[in-house]
């Protein structure tokens, strides 16, 4: 009989995690959805709450304040997207592929995200603001430096940092510009082939910063070119 007890036992607590991570997800979503209908600053902890159907003593159980909701959408999505980036970039030697490639990522991984997107969107515009979201410069941040290190993996010399934080800003720019574009596109029109040449050209023009970037040694420079 003792046994059958410490059997409830578990159970109870286990179903009880459960029930806690539940409640948990449901706020991160209603969260997420609050965000992108009303944006990062104008959006509040009522509002969470009231989309998600609990009440705030339960989001404060969760989180600390809007930051921490913040901050966790951020992480997970970008944690993704980090992921995708090396999975698809994993056995490219070539720098202008592993840029278009990079890019590709992007538009792929955000095309049935939208309002993953406008969350980056809004936290990637964030983390130039005098005071942003404590917790979403250091998502950023390590985002960007995981581009990097894919980056000089390919080209295996080392550029300056500052060289290599404006190459993979350029990228996430681009990205941005292209849903931006997305919205204001009728439906039949379509924005990929529209800003095929574009992307091109910017693939071009950072491979060639690149080249400019590495060290004047004949030999080196041609590591990771076509």
Known sequence: MQVVKGKSKKTRITRQ?????????????????VFTEKGLDTATIADITERADVGKGTFYYH???????IAELI?????????AM???????????????????????????????FVLYFQGRGDIH???GYEGIENRY?????????????VIKVQISKKSLRRIVCAAAG???????????????????????????ALVASLTRFISESLPPSGAVSKIGFS
């Open 174 to 200: 681009f990205v941005s510009g292209y849903y931006s574009f997305a919205v204001i596109a009728t439906e039949d029109e379509d924005v990929d082939q529209t800003l095929r040449s574009l992307r091109g």
């Open 141 to 153: 941040l390590d985002y960007l430096e995981s581009m990097e290190d894919l980056i000089e993996s």
């Open 17 to 33: 995690q459960r029930r806690v991570s539940a409640t948990r997800q449901k706020l991160l979503e209603a969260a997420r959805s």
């Open 63 to 69: 989180f600390k304040d809007k930051n921490g909701v």
């Open 86 to 116: 090396k999975d698809k970039c994993a056995e490219i030697s070539d720098v202008s592929e592993l840029l278009d490639t990079i890019i590709g990522v992007h538009i792929e991984f955000f095309s049935r995200r939208w309002e993953d």
């Open 129 to 131: 603001l005098a005071e």
């Open 75 to 83: 992480k997970a999505v970008l944690g993704e997207l980090v992921a």
